[in-house]
């Protein structure tokens, strides 16, 4: 195939962690992600999306379950 070759930008980004959040085993939080305060994310999930404080969120993408 021929054209312009593809340009990838690096997606590096500080990811921002509150004080009293449990992460379960084998969740993967993105670049640039803020985690708030006494926020949960579920075992395996994939965080996408800024996590709100006092926040229950889990899947693929993560979503809110509930607040806590």
Known sequence: PSGPPIAKANFAAPISIGNNVWIGAGAIILAGIKVADNAVIGAGAIVTKDVAANT???GNPAV???DI
Do not use: P, R, T, W
Request: glycine share 0%.
């Open 56 to 58: 229950l969120v889990a």
């Open 64 to 66: 809110k379950i509930k």
